[in-house]
């Protein structure tokens, strides 16, 4: 029996596997797609579908920089396990599709598995079923990021644990300048350390303010140290406390980590003088892994009592 196209995109769905082992099964299967499904199993290919739906919370976040074009991207992609994390394959795995995302610019997940991993005949799906099936866990690519216009500076914190990519438009002929990737550095790690909710306080929208004013002037009338004093002053002091406040949530304007004494915009303005150019902090990303995935607890107990059940 013949088998087409269509065959191989419903058993690929079907099972996770990759178009080749998808085509091979099927000519093995005379185009039958249930006797392939077994094929497949038979082989252990299919075992990766399995573990598709299992809890990927661990895992490793990355950014990588094309030393050629300067295109920047950030990626993270999940495992079961902080072990797996540590694979060299599923390292090399990450890495790869981070270089995929800065050459091909995919515009969604489903771009990006299509698009072909380097070195390989192999889509990025392909290839990550593969993987699965090698290292015996669920693995997932889970977001990315991209620029590809100004100066992108990566960061990796702790093998993976929190990346960043940091972009910044500076005046022509400094792009790649030693100074100009020292503060993108610099940056970079005071954003993995202190993770700011903003770029800059002109972001932070009126109604983010006006909820923040409401709790913290509720929270003050119900201290007791508050009792006397008029609503007028109470206000004051709340306003005060906010003021302090774009200081822990914005970038431009926490105290700059290697010298509290100056905030992160004097600073950049300060390289930007000493350069003899312009420097504007444009954005930046933050992946940190397994961030509000809920992860999975074992009991060690209940599993006992499965197995001898």
């Known amino acids: 029996m013949a088998f087409t196209a269509q065959d191989v995109k419903n058993l690929r769905e079907t099972t996770g596997c990759g178009m080749m082992d998808c085509k091979k099964a099927l000519a093995e299967a005379d185009g039958d797609i249930d006797k392939a499904v077994e094929w497949l199993r038979e082989k252990g290919l299919a075992a990766a579908q399995k573990k598709a739906g299992r809890i ?11 030393p050629e074009c300067g295109v920047g991207s950030i990626v ?14 599923f390292v ?38 593969d993987k699965v099936l090698v290292i015996g866990e669920n693995i997932k690519v889970r977001r990315f990021a991209r620029y590809d216009k100004g100066v992108s ?19 022509a002929g400094f792009e790649k300048s030693a100074e100009v990737e020292e503060l993108g550095k610099d940056l970079a790690m005071q954003v993995a ?27 003050a009338k119900e201290d007791p140290k508050n009792a006397t004093k008029p609503d007028a002053i109470i206000e004051k002091i709340v ?34 003088k ?15 892994k397994g961030e509000g995935i809920e992860k999975r607890q074992d009991d060690l107990a209940e599993e006992v009592a499965k197995l001898i059940k």
């Open 274 to 288: 000493q350069l003899g150019t312009t420097i504007k902090v444009n954005c930046y990303t933050r992946f940190e």
């Open 193 to 219: 350390a202190l993770n700011p909710q903003f770029l800059d306080k002109s972001e932070v929208s009126e109604e983010f303010i006006e909820n923040e004013k409401r709790v913290r002037l509720a929270q």
């Open 76 to 89: 993270e992609v999940n495992a079961e396990s902080d072990f797996v994390a540590k694979n060299d394959l």
């Open 239 to 272: 306003m005060g406390g906010l003021a302090k406040y774009y200081k822990e949530i914005c970038l431009m304007q926490q105290p700059f980590v290697k010298d509290d004494k100056v905030s992160v915009e004097d600073h950049v303005a300060a390289v930007a």
């Open 153 to 171: 500076v990566a960061y990796v914190h702790m093998g993976g644990r929190i990346a960043v990519l940091m972009n910044l438009e500076v005046g």
């Open 92 to 129: 090399e795995y990450v890495k790869n599709v981070a270089k995929v995302v800065a050459k091909d610019a995919p515009a969604d997940l489903d771009a990006l598995f299509a698009c072909k991993y380097p070195g390989s005949e192999k889509t990025v799906l392909e290839e990550q079923n």
């Open 56 to 66: 990927a919370a661990e895992g490793m976040a990355y950014a990588y920089v094309c």
